[in-house]
């Protein structure tokens, strides 16, 4: 399948300082990916470009083939920003009919989509009087309009409560369901984790992940926690005998390497006369987004 996004080499530069470090990253159609990175690693300044926002010092951007400006480019693309902004003295239908007919959709798809965010109700109320997580809501009916091939989000979730986020990202498989490549730049990991299908690591400019969760815990090796509950009375003998640390009154965790974990497994399944019950944890995205984005030595 031909990727929708490419990013080449991307370079940035600011007071003569690399932002952004030889960026090489793709998405196809339908695909949602994480963009992750601490305050300052570089996402912002990545999705500027791809926007056409700030010009490329090095390397090349694609969007459906065409450069990042352009009319093609800004046609084929939607942007959500962290702290979106309308016309304050706008209606929500009002504000979304002029994007549509911007984005030379029509005004018909505007009622439908203020339904499909949970603004219905209040479409006719002015903008002023909507609260940060209603305004979110607004920019993503946005995103929505004319089905683009490319949909950026930044921090999506902002200011939305917890049932709010989960339609956010039922949305999200949706625009990726209708071939749009969709890339969200979050510091909410526990979201993406289960909600993206791969994930870019930015570290200081330059890209120290990009893969699979599956595939980067493979490559970061990390173990996997193992909590073992002991049948009465046999939590100190069994703590003991394989080295694992008490954390309650019957239970013991201990670590062991991904390769280990099924002759683990099996090891303890057979002691039925000390072991009561097992429960295997595989290193989470949290963990290796702190593998990945640490700066080195640390």
């Not at 949970?118 to 009916?141: E, F």
């Not at 071939?179 to 930015?202: K, P, Q």
């Not at 394989?242 to 002691?271: D, H, W, Y």
Request: charged content about 25%; proline content about 4%.
């Amino acid at each position: 399948m031909t990727d929708i996004l490419t990013i080449d080499s991307a370079s940035k530069r600011r007071a003569g300082q690399l932002t952004l470090d030889a960026v090489s990253l793709a998405l196809a159609p339908g695909e949602r990916v994480a963009l992750l990175g601490h305050n300052g690693a570089g996402k912002s300044t990545l999705m500027k470009l791809i926007l056409g926002l700030t010009r490329l010092d090095g390397g090349a951007i694609r969007i459906a083939g065409a450069r990042p400006g352009s009319n093609a480019a800004r046609l084929a693309t939607a942007f959500l920003p962290e702290a979106v902004s309308f016309h304050k003295s706008l209606t929500g239908r009002d504000q979304l009919s002029l994007f549509a007919r911007l984005a030379g959709v029509g005004t018909a798809p505007v009622a439908g989509l203020l339904e499909r965010v949970g603004l219905a109700d209040a479409a006719d109320r002015r903008i002023g009087t909507y609260s940060k997580g209603m305004r979110q809501r607004l920019g993503l009916a946005q995103v929505l309009l004319g089905k683009p091939a490319v949909a950026l989000l930044d921090e999506p979730t902002s200011g939305l409560d917890p049932l709010s986020r989960q339609e956010l990202y039922t949305i999200i498989d949706e625009l990726a369901e209708q071939g749009t490549a969709v890339l969200v730049a979050s510091h909410a990991l526990t979201e993406v984790e289960a909600r993206t299908d791969r994930i870019a690591i930015l570290r200081k400019g330059r890209l120290v992940a990009n893969d699979t969760l599956a595939s980067l815990s493979h490559k970061a090796g990390l173990p996997t926690k193992l909590r073992i509950r002991a049948r009465q009375g046999a939590a100190d003998r069994f703590a003991a005998d394989t080295g694992g640390r008490r954390v309650n009154g019957a239970s013991i965790e201990l670590s062991c390497a991904p390769e280990a974990k099924m002759e683990q497994l099996r090891r303890f399944a057979a002691m039925t006369d000390t072991v009561e019950d097992i429960e295997m944890t595989p290193p989470r995205l949290e963990d290796l987004y702190r593998h990945f984005a640490q700066e080195e030595g640390a």
